[in-house]
């Protein structure tokens, strides 16, 4: 299982980005594998929408409609770990939407996350030696 990120997302999403290439690859291989958690899905909706265009943002929102994403709707402990990963590492400044991708990839027991931010996904050791695609492939 890979749990996304915004970033890993929208570079999915963005036939220009440099990443695009191999998260595609990624992608295609098990588009099931993906596990998109419930907070990334406004941040992708938005920035989509404003650096991606309406069309790619409405295809987005139809690939989700039609389930060709899995989502995960969380748990409220998901929450709970979200707030000790941002207290924990605040001088980070993590933020909601990393910690709950962060919490849910620790809870599913992922064997990955896909993520370009590794600002803050490198800097923070989760339970289970997760790896971050691509940049452990």
Do not use: Q, S
Not at 16 to 41: G, M, N, S
Not at 80 to 98: I, K, M, Q, S
């Amino acid at each position: 299982m890979i749990v996304a990120d915004t970033g890993a997302v929208l570079g999915l999403l963005d036939a220009d980005d440099r990443h695009h290439k191999v998260l595609r690859v990624l992608f295609e291989e098990d588009p099931t594998a993906w596990v998109l958690p419930w907070a990334i899905l406004p941040e992708v909706d938005y920035l989509a929408r404003t650096h991606l265009g309406p069309k790619v943002a409405d295809a987005f929102c139809e690939d989700l409609a039609a389930g060709a994403f899995v989502v995960e709707w969380g748990k409220p402990a998901d929450l709970e770990r979200a707030e000790e990963l941002n207290r924990r590492h605040r001088a980070l400044g993590l933020g909601l939407v990393d910690a709950v991708v962060m919490a849910v990839a620790e809870r599913r027991r992922a064997e990955a996350i896909a993520t370009l931010d590794l600002r803050h996904f490198a800097a923070v050791r989760l339970a289970g030696n997760i790896r971050l695609l691509p940049r452990d492939l």
